[in-house]
């Protein structure tokens, strides 16, 4: 980790190199190619998709303030902040079957 690291706008965290996902603020399906992309942490990516529908990113949830603002992503966000900037979560995705 440098200190020229890109900081996720979501967390504040620098993203190491590798560990970041470029964010579509507008989903592609929804009118958003080409539109402003910002770069997320991988696992902060993965919640805002997790929380949200492409329809709710669309219309209300098209800025990083707004993203900000959810109540499920700002308790996740403030739970981030006090990982290391390379974390990521021991169960990537669906759960693994047994």
Request: with cysteine.
């Amino acid at each position: 980790m440098s200190n020229s690291d890109p900081i996720c706008p979501l967390c504040d965290r620098p993203i190491p190199n590798g560990g970041g996902s470029l964010h579509h603020l507008i989903p592609k399906l929804k009118g958003g190619k080409g539109g402003p992309t910002v770069l997320l942490h991988v696992i902060c990516h993965k919640e805002v998709h997790a929380t949200l529908t492409e329809a709710e990113l669309a219309r209300e949830f098209n800025t990083v303030e707004a993203l900000r603002g959810h109540p499920r992503l700002e308790k996740f966000l403030q739970w981030v902040r006090k990982r290391p900037p390379g974390f990521r979560s021991k169960v990537p995705g669906k759960r693994r079957g047994r």
